[in-house]
Structures are given as structure tokens and as C-alpha cells.
């Protein structure tokens, strides 16, 4: 079954994937379109983060790309062909979309953007819904669907729990284009960083997490941080309850308790 995963992974047309030092590294190799959300380069997205998830080599994943742009959102040809099409099969496609997005801010590892170009549209949402978000200051960002008559429909349903109503109107509704200046005060990203130490910082804030980090913690926090804002107060405190105490039973807290207590510096992989 592992041999058929990558088999099927080193086919892929559009998607790069290598694992070195514990970090995934998913690459969008589409430059000439500006890597383009094709419905053949979602289905290669999905199909490398699903590899990533159940990698053991991957404690991390970095999502990055090929060319001068990180992503310029839909295919427009692509959705101008699925017009002609019926509802059936537009839901479908929409889908096919919502299920990357999902994957992405549920998958059970850390998922870190590194933005070297323009990440507009649905490719703005696909950077800026990942754990951690850095960019180069030239990037570009913007949900600018409104200004084509298309809609920000997937993607306002993260922004919505991310920075909230207010910002999320001023984004939508105008489909302005910002800076990543702007995209770091509004809290889509996390860092803007010169664009010859980018992967270099990556690099390096993707060790970290690896090195000082229990994995089985970090998923753990990452499911609950996703779950939380949906369940009412006294339930949301009685799923945290019980996550802490069962925390408390597994071997990376006992390992990691037990280092700290004799003073011992603990390296996770």
C-alpha cells in the first residue's frame, strides 16, 4: 500500500514532494500558470497532503511553490469551461475545493506557508488558512472574486474564524489587493520576511517546531484549537478537560515532564 502511495505520488504532474530533517515540503509546480487551481492540481494537492499526514519521515509540512507567483487562485479557463456545465457538476468542483481547504486546516500535522510571490483569490485563501504564514514583501494578497462577478465562498468561512466579521467584510466585499505589510497586521500571516532569507527562515521555524516540540502535543492542540469555536462554553470547557487528563496518561508527557524535572534538555526527533 506505502509502495503504491508513492508511486502515485512521484506521477503527479503539478506537485512536488520531498521529505528531509523531518519537514514535508509540498510544492505547487504550475509556474507557467501562475500555479493555477486546476481540478488536476487540487486533486494533487490532496493527494500529497495525505501522504504528508501519514509520512513518517514528515513531523512538519511546508507548503511553497515554483515561479514568480505562489498561487493566482482558479484556474479562470477552467471554471469558464465548467459555465457550460450544470449545477451537478459545479457543486462537485466546489467540492472537490472545499475538501483541499478542509484537509489543509484539519491535517494532523503543523502546515506552514512560504509565500514567495502574489497569492490572490482562492490561492490568497490557500496561504493564508495554514498554521503559520510567511511571505516576502513584494507578495501581493487579496480576495478579489467580487471584482469578477465570482464569489470568496469556501475561504470566508476560515476568515470568519480567523479575524473575524469586521475584517473579513472589509476584505470580501471591497476585493481589494493588499501588501504583505497589510496581510501581517490584518493576521492572515504571520512574518514578512526578506525574500533571500524566506527559505532559510522557513527552514529553520519548521526545525524548531520539530526539534523542541512533542508531534503527538502539537496535533492534539491543533484539533483543539479547530474544535473549540464551534462547541458551546460548558462543553468546550469539558472536551478541554479531558483532553488535559488524558495528555497527562501519554508517553510524550511523561518524557516530557520527566526531562524538565531532572533538567534534562529533550530533543523530540
Not at 78 to 87: D, K, R
Not at 141 to 166: H, N, Q, W
Not at 221 to 249: C, F
Amino acid at each position: 500500500m506505502e509502495d503504491m502511495a508513492t508511486q502515485e505520488l512521484e506521477a503527479l504532474q503539478y506537485i512536488r514532494y520531498e521529505a528531509n530533517e523531518a519537514i514535508g515540503y509540498i510544492t505547487l509546480n504550475r509556474p507557467e500558470k501562475r500555479n493555477a487551481l486546476s481540478s488536476e492540481l487540487v486533486t494533487e494537492l490532496k493527494q500529497a497532503f495525505e501522504y504528508a499526514e501519514n509520512d513518517p519521515r514528515c513531523k512538519v509540512v511546508v507548503l511553497r511553490a515554483e515561479g514568480p507567483a505562489f498561487c493566482a487562485g482558479a484556474d479562470l479557463g477552467y471554471i469558464q469551461e465548467l459555465q457550460n456545465f450544470g449545477y451537478t457538476d459545479n457543486l462537485a468542483d466546489s467540492t472537490h475545493l472545499m475538501q483541499l481547504f478542509h484537509q489543509i486546516y484539519t491535517l494532523k500535522k503543523v502546515v506552514i506557508a512560504q509565500v514567495q510571490g502574489h497569492a490572490l483569490a482562492g490561492g490568497c485563501g490557500l496561504a493564508t488558512l495554514c498554521d503559520f504564514s510567511f511571505a516576502v514583501p513584494e507578495a501581493k494578497f487579496g480576495y478579489t472574486e467580487v471584482k469578477i462577478g465570482f464569489l470568496p465562498a469556501i475561504v470566508s468561512v476560515f476568515l470568519l474564524r480567523k479575524i473575524g466579521e469586521a475584517r473579513t467584510k472589509q476584505l470580501l466585499l471591497t476585493g481589494d489587493v493588499f501588501s504583505a505589510e497589510k496581510a501581517a497586521a490584518y493576521n492572515l500571516i504571520n512574518e514578512v520576511v526578506p525574500a533571500e532569507q524566506l527559505a532559510d527562515h522557513v527552514y529553520r521555524f519548521a526545525r524548531r517546531l520539530c526539534v523542541e516540540n512533542s508531534g503527538q502535543s502539537m496535533e492534539i492542540t491543533k484539533e483543539m484549537i479547530g474544535r473549540i469555536p464551534e462547541l458551546p462554553l460548558e462543553e468546550s470547557l469539558r472536551y478541554a478537560a479531558r483532553l488535559n487528563a488524558e495528555a497527562r496518561g501519554s508517553e510524550d508527557c511523561r518524557r516530557g515532564i520527566s526531562a524538565f524535572l531532572n533538567k534534562e534538555k529533550i530533543t523530540w526527533n
